[in-house]
């Protein structure tokens, strides 16, 4: 089925390791986003991309990284992990037309960083 | 000012009822709004868009109030299963990407 995977679904880390998220998508979007999603604070933006090697600064870009080497896939870098970035992770992929624009949204990811 | 607001809840519903709650944003450029819907743990999924002249989708009936900043989203005999938190979108609303979420609101419906 059509749609954004996203992997791992669920991560531990300690504090200071790195960890990649990955996000795939098979919808030939042009866009990708990284979002993170904490208890009362609802979606934040990341970091995002309009295409194939372009990368953009979200909302909450701070201690993480991204590249978008290839159309389909959107990664997220952690390079030094923090407890404050224990969240739930969500990609999505945009389908834009000219009377529409439709966000499809990966799983998540769980991240615990102790 | 927040840019979308939304009554967080939760708003506890009894089974059949009907229950409306709105969505402010503040930039009057936005182009786009949409509500989406996430149930708990999971991700979000569109629910509808909401057009200029209203639109309605079965049980579901969404507005967009121009001149008061608004959109809305009503939902007729209730079910168990309509039970999940309602996200907002605004695009044109001023974020980065062009997108903006609202922090959602969660609803409950009750048998």
């Known amino acids: 089925n059509a749609g954004v995977t996203q992997t791992p679904k669920f991560r531990v880390l300690k504090t200071g390791q790195s960890m990649t998220l990955l996000c795939a998508q098979d919808?030939?979007?042009?866009?990708m986003y990284w979002y993170r999603q904490d208890p009362g604070m609802g979606l934040r933006l990341i970091h995002y991309?309009?295409?194939?090697?372009?990368?953009a600064k979200g909302e909450v870009p701070d201690g993480y990284n991204v590249s978008r080497l290839k159309k389909q896939n959107f990664l997220l870098g952690l390079e030094s992990a923090a407890p404050s970035q224990t969240s739930v992770y969500f990609c999505?992929?945009?389908?834009?037309?000219?009377?529409?624009?439709?966000?499809?949204f990966g799983a998540g990811s769980r991240l615990t960083v102790l | 000012r927040k840019e979308v607001e939304q009554d967080p809840g939760p708003f506890n519903v009894p089974e059949g009822a009907t229950v409306a709650f709105n969505c402010t944003y503040s930039?009057?450029?936005?182009?786009?709004f949409f509500w989406y819907r996430q149930d708990c743990r999971k991700e979000p999924k569109l629910l509808m868009s909401?057009?200029?002249s209203g639109n309605e989708d079965g049980r579901f009936t969404a507005q967009l109030n121009r001149a008061s900043q608004y959109i809305s989203l009503l939902i007729r005999d209730s079910k168990l299963s309509d039970s999940a938190t309602y996200l907002c979108?605004?695009?044109?609303?001023?974020?980065?990407?062009?997108?903006?979420f609202g922090k959602g609101t969660h609803l409950i419906i009750q048998p």
């Open positions: 999505a992929s945009e389908g834009r037309t000219y009377l529409s624009t439709v966000l499809t």
């Open positions: 991309s309009v295409g194939e090697g372009t990368t």
């Open positions: 979108v605004v695009k044109g609303g001023g974020g980065a990407d062009g997108l903006t």
């Open positions: 930039n009057s450029a936005s182009q786009s």
């Open positions: 919808m030939n979007h042009e866009y």
């Open positions: 909401v057009y200029s």
